[in-house]
């Protein structure tokens, strides 16, 4: 029985399965903590635990999930290309915002952490919270932080702002399709731009381009402010 846990077919199976039934209890309950990576993680923790399957055999088994988010960059790319249009015109604006949004998400997080008595360590690993996960690991680690806390605090933060992102939006009255994007995007990276997407093909598309243009001045910014506080 455990052979066939281990196998890729039933690994992909599960992975698949545990999101789209996360989903279906999503959009069942709209019940913003019920986010369907939320259970899926807590499906596939749950079952590892329970059939004793090691997370490096998982890690293989699904390693197909992991390749797949490369032709899913791309995907972003050519969407980002039939929006060009948007562009034109704001490239200042929309550096501009990317740039201020990088400086509040570092700073702020910093001075919390301070003021809450947070040591070196958990600092370094909480300031890239507002980046996509591969390069949100890569500052941490070179920073001195723990790059596994990371990835999972991207990941919380991804999917909070998800779900809190549309209605805070909503409630400040903001039209602009440029500037709904941009704050998924630079917020919530990931799994911002799948609600972005969700929004509309506008935001979608700069949602993806604020995910490229956050993890650039994110990295340059970090050690500069590191520097200064």
């Known amino acids: 029985m455990k ?39 807590a499906i596939i923790i749950a079952f590892l635990k329970i ?27 050519y969407v980002l290309y039939e929006q060009l249009d948007y562009l034109r015109g704001n490239v200042v604006s929309i550096l501009l915002s990317i740039f201020i949004g990088s400086v509040v998400g570092i700073i702020s997080v910093i001075l919390l952490a301070k003021v809450t ?64 994007g941009l704050a998924m995007g630079a917020s919530a990276h990931g799994v911002g731009t799948a609600k972005a997407m969700e929004m509309g093909m506008i935001e979608g598309a700069l949602s993806g381009l604020a995910i490229g243009l956050m993890g650039v001045m994110t990295a340059l910014l970090i050690p500069i402010v590191n520097q200064l506080l």
């Open 51 to 77: 059939s004793g399957v090691d997370y490096q055999t998982f890690e293989q088994g699904s390693s197909f999930v992991t390749f797949m988010l490369g032709p899913s960059v791309v995907a972003l790319g």
């Open 117 to 180: 008595g947070a040591d070196e360590i958990l600092i370094h690993t909480l300031e890239p919270k507002s980046v996509t996960t591969p390069i949100a690991m890569s500052i941490a680690q070179q920073s001195g932080g723990n790059a596994s806390l990371t990835a999972v605090i991207v990941l919380f933060c991804g999917i909070f702002g998800s779900i809190v992102g549309p209605p805070i939006l909503r409630l400040l009255g903001i039209k602009s399709s440029v500037a709904k």
């Open 3 to 41: 052979a066939l846990f281990e196998s890729t077919e039933f690994i992909l199976l599960l992975v698949f399965g545990s999101y789209l039934f996360g989903q279906w209890v999503f959009k069942k309950t709209k019940f913003g903590l019920l986010h369907p990576l939320i259970i899926a993680i």
